[in-house]
């Protein structure tokens, strides 16, 4: 906990200092036919809304899946996006069903997570840290996961593994490993929504998942 709380200083201060600059309020929803998260699929069809403000190279939000099973998840970020290509968040994954106040890694209700980017031209890294549990007994933080990524000009592919709760017995492996792409559809001449669609394989798992969404 008190990492987090020195990382959320740091947070609070690089959003004091991005908050003369240009501001921007946005919220939208994507509509999927399947909920994948890093190779592991937690609900089906999902309607997935997001509410974002953003302050010059500082991000706050909130992002959500509700799954027509029942599956529910609603997470809250802070990311800072600086101009050589770094990014650096922290994300509170939350599953409804215990207090949202009970941080106690005993709840399993709450996964607090630090997130580095980093991006040049079509290349994309990413690593992660979890800093306690999340969704259940069986991972007690310091869980990893690291990805990969290049866009094409039409595509983008991707590569991915972790440890803990992202492999069913908490070892390292690979975990997420796919190919995705896009497209308008038009509907009127003004007026057009966007497809996105990822084929995803877990090696560790042996699953495959396509996953087709609309953002509204």
Known sequence: MKKMKVFAVAMVALMAASSAKAQEFKASADVVSSYVWRGTQFSGASIQPTLDFTAGGFSIGSWGSAGFDGFLEMDLYAKYAFDFGLTLGLTDYYYPGTSYFDFSKASGGHGLEVNLGYSIKSLSISANYMLNEAGGAATLGGDKYFELGYAFEKFSIFAGGG?????????????????????????????????????ILNPKTEQFFLVAGITL
């Not at 190919?179 to 996105?196: A, G, N, R, V």
């Open 163 to 199: 440890d803990g709760w992202h492999t069913p017995d908490a070892k390292f492996a690979i975990t997420n490993v796919g190919i995705s792409t896009s497209k308008e559809i038009k509907i009127t001449d003004t007026f057009s929504i966007p497809l996105k669609a990822t084929a």
